[in-house]
């Protein structure tokens, strides 16, 4: 049973959210960057929940303390550097032109769904329940971000029909990731609790590096009220999970 909803979660998250995603970018498509701020804050509180709330209560009932909290800064450490080669990876780009920047942005995604589906499945073989709040977060997270993706490639000039079928494409590596890890971790159940760390790691660092920073440019007293608002009230969904 554990197989059949690791197959739903993240069938969810790497094909679901494309529907979505694109309908989204059409209603939204002469306001999303006014309204963009909304999906962020929310994002912020439900990420930061599931790490602290659900993910490291977990990890420590398995870890000492010191043993978990040393895992957790060396995976913040880990998606620094992994951001940073990113990051000098576009810049190597930005002389090239549009249809460059869309191709590295699928690339760059198919390598961070291999993620998502890793934690997904290591989720679910910790507990049912854990599974499915890291499931939410991880859809929530790939939304905001599916929107803005789906803006580049159709500014790098693909068509509306390339862009979905590309990125199904690259979102599909989800799926893969998460069938390896379940038969795998059936052999290395030893690993799961060092995963979910990670997962934390990778929540936490998303939040303070990109959401942080995005949500700060706004200077709107009336936004920033809002977004505190959303934040709290993520936080709140998210400990009560």
């Given at each position: ?67 978990a ?27 090239h032109?549009?249809?460059a920047?869309g ?70 590596t ?24 990670m997962?934390a ?8 590096v ?32």
């Open positions: 049973m554990t197989l059949v909803y690791i197959l739903i979660a993240s069938t969810l998250v790497s094909l679901g959210i494309i529907p979505v995603s694109a309908i989204l970018l059409t209603i939204f498509k002469d306001s999303y960057q006014k309204l963009s701020f909304l999906f962020l804050s929310f994002s912020l509180g439900i990420l930061l929940g599931s790490a602290f709330f659900d993910l490291i209560p977990h990890i420590i009932e398995h870890l000492e303390l010191r043993e909290s040393v895992y957790l800064v060396a995976g913040i450490i880990l998606f620094w550097l992994i951001h940073k080669i990113i990051l000098k990876r576009r810049c190597s780009h930005d002389g032109d549009h249809g920047a191709a590295l942005l699928l690339w760059g995604d198919a390598i961070h769904n291999i993620t998502d589906g890793v934690i997904i499945a290591s989720s679910f073989h910790h507990s049912f329940s854990l599974g499915w709040v890291v499931t939410g977060t991880v859809a929530l997270h790939e939304l905001s971000h599916g929107v803005s993706e789906f803006a580049v490639l159709l500014n790098s000039g693909y068509s509306r029909k390339k862009a979905i079928l590309y990125y199904a494409l690259s979102s599909s989800t799926i893969i990731a998460a069938l390896i890890t379940h038969f795998s971790l059936d052999y290395l159940d030893h690993f799961v609790p060092y995963v979910l760390l997962a790691a990778n929540f936490i660092y998303v939040s303070l990109e959401l942080v920073p995005n949500l700060n440019q706004e200077t709107q007293f009336r936004k920033i009220i809002l977004q505190f608002l959303l934040v709290l009230l993520a936080l709140f969904i998210a400990y009560n999970l």
